[in-house]
C-alpha cells in the first residue's frame, strides 16, 4: 500500500478496498 501513502504517514484505501476496510477512506498508523 506504500504507493497510497500520504505525506502525513496515513494510507489511502483504494476506492476498491474500501467495502473490505468497513468504508475506512485513511488508515492513520
Avoid at 500520504?6 to 474500501?18: M, T
Wanted: aromatic share 6%.
Amino acid at each position: 500500500l506504500e504507493q497510497f501513502q500520504q505525506k502525513d504517514g496515513s494510507v489511502r484505501v483504494p476506492k476498491a478496498l474500501q467495502p473490505y476496510m468497513d468504508g475506512l477512506k485513511v488508515i492513520k498508523k
